[in-house]
């Protein structure tokens, strides 16, 4: 019985140093939010007529600010479920019900584009595109009323969130303003989470024998490429990132591709990581993290899970 308590005892120490020690993921504000998807926002409402501000506050609400699970694992940031015609990856999560079926998307964009599609081809959203661009209020209402969500109080929520962060602003606009394009968002969580040695400016550094940067206030894609001397494509493939995804202050970005081995043995999936994220920590390739623990493509761990990054699971 000892000897049971004293094993229990250095387990719960143990456990206790790997949690802290093992980096906090980085919560976004609204503001964050607001200022990576706006861009995004905006060109829907000129493409599908879906105001600006609806599309920003839903996303605000139904992804608790890019930060639900949803949001991060399946980049599904409207809370839209499968349905019949729904083809691509799925994810299973309760919500209404037990273990309901949600979309999985490639980036956010596609969530967004999906967003304004799914209103837009729907009979019972119609008389939303009636009402004008500026009629935030009606087309709050109009959600509710058609079935978008089942919280009595989900107009009042969507007005809220535009009315105290100004959103209706967006519904004015005719075109997407540069200033939108490659936003990069100034989070006081991701600075804190840096070294003082990384936030540097310029400095290049090594993790897992890859040279990488720290992105610092102001950054671009196109002033890194410049500034380091890589082309646009190797930014985007040796960090898996999409042409629509934002930077953001803090971020890691690897100017070499990452390696077929990690820097440590194993990984604890921490709440909200993404098998990108793990990837971009260890300087691992991605599609390596996927076979070595023998997943699929585009799928993503549970938390408290533990994954190689140097053999394979058997």
């Known amino acids: 019985m000892k000897k049971f308590i004293s094993l229990s005892f250095i387990f719960i120490l143990f456990a206790s140093s790997v949690a802290q020690t093992q980096p906090a993921r980085v919560q976004y504000s609204r503001q964050d939010y607001i200022t990576m998807y706006r861009g995004f926002a905006v060109k829907e409402m000129l493409i599908s007529g879906v105001p600006a501000s609806i599309t920003l506050s839903q996303g605000v609400l139904e992804s608790g600010d890019g930060n639900s699970s949803l949001a991060l694992k399946a980049r599904n940031h409207f809370g839209i479920k499968c349905h019949t015609e ?186 909200g990581e993404t098998m990108r994220d793990i990837s971009q920590q260890h300087g691992i390739k991605l599609k390596t993290l996927y076979k070595k623990n023998n997943m699929a493509p585009g799928t993503q761990p549970k938390e408290g899970e533990k994954l190689n990054l140097k053999k394979r699971k058997s």
């Open 86 to 271: 729904w083809t691509g990856d799925k994810f299973y999560m309760d919500d209404d019900h037990k273990g309901e079926c949600f979309r999985v998307y490639e980036s956010v964009f596609d969530s967004y584009r999906d967003h304004s599609e799914f209103l837009r081809t729907r009979t019972r959203y119609a008389n939303l595109f009636k009402l004008e661009k500026t009629d935030y209020k009606g087309w709050a209402q109009g959600l509710k009323d058609a079935g978008y969500a089942t919280n009595p109080k989900y107009p009042e929520l969507l007005i809220k969130i535009i009315e105290e962060n100004q959103l209706h602003q967006y519904d004015l606009l005719t075109a997407v303003p540069k200033e939108f394009d490659n936003p990069v968002i100034k989070t006081a969580a991701a600075a804190a989470a840096v070294s003082p040695e990384a936030r540097a400016a310029g400095k290049i550094m090594m993790h897992n024998r890859i040279k990488y940067v720290i992105v610092q206030p102001g950054d671009t894609y196109f002033s890194l490429c410049k500034k380091y001397e890589v082309m646009l494509w190797q930014i985007y493939k040796y960090n898996d990132l999409n042409k629509n995804d934002s930077l953001f202050s803090g971020q890691k970005i690897y100017l070499q591709p990452k390696r077929l081995k990690g820097d440590e043995e194993f990984h604890i999936v921490q709440a």
